[in-house]
């Protein structure tokens, strides 16, 4: 069974374009899950996706951002109109179904996002 | 609110030492989650262990180990007899039972093993 993967794994843009990232989580994962990690900081929760349905979303997430997961299988981030503010490694992970003691959490290798 | 406190932030000591890298959470909840995550140089970050509020027994794995104590709030990962491998940033996160999606990170402890 492969892990999660994401793609692509860098992008460099510059200010005002947008970019759109992808997530394939593990297979028969019905959770999915975004974060973004800035430089010696922790991942911060974006958003999260159980099958097709966004059910929690962070303040983080301001306008300009976009997640779907339009068949419940992978997923896609979306920034519009970039900011360098928005550099940073964007992170997916998934879980599987289940009772929350199983709900594990296990992550893909992220997208490096550096905005000029 | 939810918190996790990471206070080392970086930690250097050389092969075969043992080193112990810290935890402690701040929850309201009386069902939560713990857990202990690796991010090596490459970025991914790779699931070590999860241990759940009612469960207070500490646990070893190889070389790894954890200690888990309500009372303190604390969950502290010891690895005995570090290896270069070690080397990597590692983070502490906090689930809450009544929630699906957010866990809430440490800051991460950067260690390195030097030789």
């Known amino acids: 069974d492969t892990g999660v993967s994401q793609d692509p794994r860098h992008k460099i843009t510059k200010r005002g374009q947008n970019v759109t990232f992808r997530c394939d989580p593990i297979s028969e994962h019905n959770r999915l899950y975004w974060y973004r990690q800035t430089l010696g900081q922790g991942p911060e929760f974006l958003t999260y996706?159980?099958?097709?349905?966004?059910?929690?979303k962070s303040r983080l997430l301001s306008d300009r951002f976009s997640a779907e997961r339009p068949k419940g299988s992978f997923s896609t981030l979306e920034i519009q109109r970039t900011e360098q503010g928005d550099s940073a490694m964007y992170l997916c992970?998934?879980?599987?179904?289940?009772?929350?003691?199983?709900?594990?959490?296990?992550f893909g290798p992220g997208t490096r996002l550096t905005v000029l | 609110a939810q918190k996790v406190t990471q206070a080392q932030t970086e930690i250097s000591v050389v092969e075969k030492e043992d080193v112990t890298l810290d935890c402690v959470y701040e929850t309201r909840d009386t069902t939560y989650y713990l857990f202990w995550y690796k991010q090596p140089p490459s970025g991914e970050l790779v699931f070590l262990i999860r241990r759940n509020s009612f469960d207070e027994q500490n646990e070893i794995s190889g070389r790894y180990s954890w200690n888990f104590q309500k009372s303190t709030s604390s969950f502290n990962f010891t690895i005995t007899a570090s290896q270069v491998v070690d080397s990597a940033v590692y983070f502490c996160a906090l689930f809450r039972g009544t929630s699906y999606g957010k866990l809430t990170f440490g800051q991460g402890t950067i260690l390195t093993v030097h030789p």
């Open positions: 996706f159980q099958n097709e349905a966004q059910l929690e």
């Open positions: 992970a998934s879980s599987p179904t289940g009772t929350v003691s199983t709900d594990t959490q296990y």
